[in-house]
């Protein structure tokens, strides 16, 4: 069966400090891999998607990035953190051709003081 | 542009109610409509809606989509207290060369009485 990882679980970093968030699928090969925030009040926002490795999509400008070193690992980052940077960020997995079940890493609460 | 409209925002019910959660969407090259349940930490899934009118169930929960009339609803019957969550719709769009994008909506927070 398929699982899904993330850490850490829980991180507090001063602004302006580096980020690197980890997610890691294994029980499937080539999956989609996505990166999610939430907000306090606000609804998941997609942030990066990859279908492939080294193949990153970005959904919305931002301070962050992303990369896929190898089929089954993503890694978000960032080189200075914002206090706006704060929320709840989740990784998930797909395969398929689209139109398929998504499935969501047990995610990482980032707190930027 | 992509919107999903989820109504109501939250719902406080007591145990062994019936509620029924709705979802609209409005997204480009629609491909089908997931609902997830969002506890304290991440979304698990619940149903997958492709196709208009079958109706999917899971227990005491189930689901339906209208494509014609873009909407989905969830129904949750007899209530218990382990239903408190926010409840999440996400159509998924087409949106060219081979990728596909979730957008969510912002949730129904169902609180259940004892």
């Known amino acids: 069966s398929q699982t899904i990882h993330q850490w850490p679980a829980t991180l507090v970093q001063p602004v302006g400090s580096p980020l690197s968030l980890e997610c890691t699928v294994e029980g499937t090969s080539n999956p989609n891999l996505y990166w999610y925030r939430q907000a306090a009040g606000r609804g998941l926002q997609l942030l990066f998607y990859?279908?492939?490795?080294?193949?990153i999509s970005s959904e919305v400008p931002q301070n962050l990035s992303a990369s896929r070193p190898q089929d089954r690992q993503f890694i978000l980052s960032s080189k200075k953190l914002l206090l706006s940077d704060s929320g709840f960020y989740l990784c998930a997995w797909g395969t398929g051709t689209g139109g398929y079940e998504q499935y969501f890493g047990p995610g990482t609460r980032l707190t930027v003081t | 542009e992509d919107k999903v409209v989820q109504s109501p925002l939250s719902l406080v019910v007591h145990e062994g109610d019936t509620v029924t959660l709705n979802c609209s969407y409005e997204?480009?090259?629609?491909?089908?409509l997931l609902w997830y349940k969002q506890e304290k930490k991440a979304p698990t899934f619940l149903f997958m809606l492709?196709?208009?009118?079958i109706e999917k169930k899971s227990g005491r929960l189930s689901s339906i989509l209208d494509k014609k009339e873009l909407f989905s609803i969830l129904n949750i019957t007899a209530t218990q207290t382990g239903d408190s969550a926010v409840y999440l719709c996400?159509?998924?769009?087409?949106?060219?060369?081979?990728?596909?994008?979730?957008?969510f909506g912002k949730g129904t927070k169902l609180s259940v009485i004892p």
């Open positions: 492709t196709s208009s009118g």
């Open positions: 997204v480009t090259n629609f491909r089908s």
């Open positions: 990859s279908v492939g490795i080294g193949q």
């Open positions: 996400a159509p998924w769009r087409d949106s060219g060369a081979g990728s596909y994008q979730l957008t």
